[in-house]
């Protein structure tokens, strides 16, 4: 089962592959890469996703998971005729994006992971002890307000809590073999400050092929200008944006 993933286009078409964003946790496009979207889209076609149940994006009567987002993003891709395109995704949005380079090969370029994860070792101390028994209230204010300016209903707002947790308690760790696989360049990037550990983020790099890292000065989605960050830093976005664009623009080689 494919879910219709709302979409939406930004810049125009050019030389430049195009660019998918894709959100994190309790994110939309607005919330976590509004800042990003104007400096990204300035000279190439830039497409936002809306995963299963968040934002526009309906709930479906069917598993959220890594796997079937990144069936879902292809679905999007191909309904556009955009094929090969750049991904990026933020946060949870990382092992989505991973799933899709490894899945729909076929269909990608390069692959940017922003405090994205392969394993549960690989964020600080306590992180996990978060989702023993989770409220909605531990949801950062800026994410509520996002998505209650798109869906007032405080009973959706619950869903797709629920439906973040769900993929996060079941994750299980991959194999090294599983981005060993992976075709294409793919950039590893986190703050130094961020829930994701720099050596995590590096140990990524190092088990793919082609993999880079990119480590900031930063914490979780700051450098990215994520609304839930706290106000955007624009020096410190736009320099790690112009890091990441460098990476989506080297030549193959």
């Known amino acids: 089962m494919i879910v219709d993933l709302h979409h939406e286009t930004y810049g125009t078409a050019s030389a ?26 300035t000279d190439r076609l830039v497409v936002g996703v809306e995963l299963q149940g968040h934002g526009h994006t309906p709930h479906a009567a069917r598993e959220y998971s890594f796997e079937n987002s990144a069936d879902d993003i292809a679905a999007v891709v191909c309904s556009l005729g955009l094929s090969p395109v750049d ?28 405090s994205g994860f ?49 993929v996060m308690r079941g994750f299980r760790d991959w194999d090294d073999v599983e981005l060993a696989g992976l075709r294409g360049p793919v950039l590893y990037a986190s703050g130094d400050q961020d829930v994701v550990l720099p050596q995590h983020t590096i140990r990524m ?17 700051d450098y990215l200008g994520s609304t839930d960050s706290g106000p955007v830093d624009r020096a410190l976005t736009e320099s790690c944006l112009t890091l990441i664009r460098g990476f989506l623009d080297d030549e193959p080689g």
């Open 205 to 221: 790099a190092y088990a793919t092929p082609g993999g880079r890292a990119l480590i900031v000065p930063a914490g979780h989605g």
């Open 16 to 41: 430049r592959i195009p660019l998918v964003l894709v959100h994190g946790g309790a994110g939309t496009i607005g919330s976590h890469w509004g800042a990003a979207i104007p400096y990204l889209s």
């Open 87 to 114: 991904i990026m995704g933020f946060s949870n949005g990382g092992p989505t994006v991973l799933r899709f380079a490894q899945r729909h090969a076929d269909l990608v370029n390069r692959t940017v992971v922003a």
């Open 118 to 166: 392969y394993r549960r070792d690989g964020f600080i101390d306590g992180f996990w002890d978060g989702f023993d028994d989770p409220t909605i209230d531990s949801m950062p204010g800026a994410l509520v307000e996002a998505y209650r300016a798109i869906n007032p209903d405080p009973a959706d707002l619950r869903r797709m809590f629920d439906l973040d947790v769900a």
